[in-house]
């Protein structure tokens, strides 16, 4: 090529570069169980990737075959995702909490060749999706039941000598396709090149501040577009250190190990940070301290270190609105959380805010090479940009639908710029309603006002042609413990109405909300109503309590248990 490869920002060339320039500097840690770790040098992770792209090859990989990959975050996938590019194919990842049904899906819909099995909790419930005759590899930390079944990624990296050569993946080839969470039908298989993740993570950099000594906490989902540019093509393009989480129990020991400098979380994680300081300081104290010049400084410092967060120079929120109260309570500890927008269908990279306060409540101004409008008919959001998708894979009337005809690519999203070119989210093109009495309900900015209430996990703001909206909420784990007990749900029955006219009391007359009803069903992945990424699928909420609705506002109360 004429570009040298240190100078190349594209995936594979990146990997050479580390390998060859730093091949004994930690790339990985990756908890192993029982309090152990190992790490991965650049030598170790291009080494392993190499050899499993041979073997690969050897079991008739062809270039551009599909290869999947189904696990948690781990270093083994970060290498498959090598391998597969190193073989010449192009890489599916799956969420590692999909129903058995929509695995076989996107396993058949991609015709992939190979799967590799890691790291997952329900493989039980996924296994029979997988289609009879499908090649899997095991991780070394799939179940296992896998391990069992499947050939090792351990033997495989023994037995296999590496690629004889370097191969190298040009701007234009396939990179990967990966599925959408499928919040509005059948997940979609989103096509990205190479040269679209280069460009996005190029961009990127200009606003986040990673380097070679930065570190970051690969939690979220790698199937996750802004897990994989950031987290992924982040560590390519800068040769930081990522830390892996072990679970869910050894979060808080997970974030302390890596404390990151680079942070990124959806906001019901920022949320429950803040509860669980709340929990252990009453907010008016905490208020008191911080405005004590020297002692506000060591309470601020202790905070952000039992959070793991006190090495933290950029975080950041996206996914889903960040309340601007809870940016305002950061901000007040010292932490300036950014908040960032974009889409599968442009790797996530559309808007990003600064973290400054005049910025609250947007998702900031479009990266340099990105443009942003509104369609005036109604109201959507419309961008356009370098990375954006090439397309669906196997769907052309899809993705024709997903452009205008002058190639501005639909987001669904409703929103509005301000003086200041800062983007405002305002809701979902096709999630508006009309109450009986003709006026236009949006839910998005209600819903996050809700999810506020300590007890409440997740929630839906319905009620097309009610006198006024009502919300559905399901409670988390802790509080449906305490809603089991007479007294306990008395209590929070009473928090939960103080909490609905406190949310009343900031809407139009038209928007505010009946009644607050609790559902008894957990929302699922595998009950199909919220997809894999925690959002709600709300035409499924529909379906499923719609007939109950009139029963539930004629009851006359201001929450109900159902």
Known sequence: MATKVDDNPLALQRLYYWADTSPERIAFTQPVGGGQLATYTWRQVLDQASRVAAWLRAQGVAPGDRVAILSKNTAHWMMSDYAIWLAGAVSVPLYPTLAAGTVRQILEHSGAKVLFVGKLDGWDHMKPGVPAGLACVSH??????????????????AKTAPLAARPLREAEDLSTIMYTSGTTGAPKGVMHTFGNFALAVEQGLTRIPLNAESRMLSYLPLSHVVERALVEHGQLATGMHVFFAESLETFTQDLQRARPTVFFSVPRLWVKFQQGVGAKMPPAKLDRLLKIPILGGLVR??????????????????????PPELLKWYARLGLAVAEGYGMTENIGASHITLGSAEDFGTVGRPYDTVQCRIDPANGE?????????????????????????????????????????NLKITGRVKDLFKTNKGKYVAPAPIEDRLVMHT??????????????????????????????????????????????????????????????????????????????????????????????YERWVSAGKKVIWA
């Not at 930390?141 to 090792?152: G, N, V, W």
């Not at 952000?304 to 960040?322: N, R, S, T």
């Not at 006024?468 to 306990?488: E, F, H, R, S």
């Open 381 to 421: 959001i419309q961008v356009k940009g370098p990375w954006t998708m090439i397309g669906y894979y196997k769907e052309p009337e899809l993705t024709r639908q997903t452009f205008t005809d002058d190639g501005w690519l639909k987001t669904g999203d409703k929103g509005a710029i301000d003086a200041r070119g």
């Open 301 to 322: 410092k202790k905070i952000l270190g039992a959070l793991g967060l006190d090495k933290c120079v950029f975080a950041a929120g996206g996914a889903a609105p960040m």
């Open 140 to 157: 070394p930390l799939s179940p296992d039941d896998a391990k069992k079944s499947y050939p090792r990624w351990d033997d495989l990296v």
């Open 455 to 548: 007890a409440v996990e997740a929630c839906c703001v319905t009620g097309a042609n009610l006198g006024q909206p009502l919300a559905l909420v399901m409670l988390n784990a802790d509080a449906t413990k305490q809603a089991a007990d007479v007294a306990g749900r008395a209590e929070l029955e009473a928090s939960l109405a103080d909490h609905l006219r406190d949310v009343n009391a900031t809407l139009d007359p038209h928007e505010q909300l009946e009644c607050l009803v609790v559902t008894a069903e957990p929302w699922t992945v595998e009950n199909d109503l919220i997809t894999p990424t925690f959002k709600v699928k709300r035409n499924r909420i529909e379906d499923r309590f719609a007939a109950d």
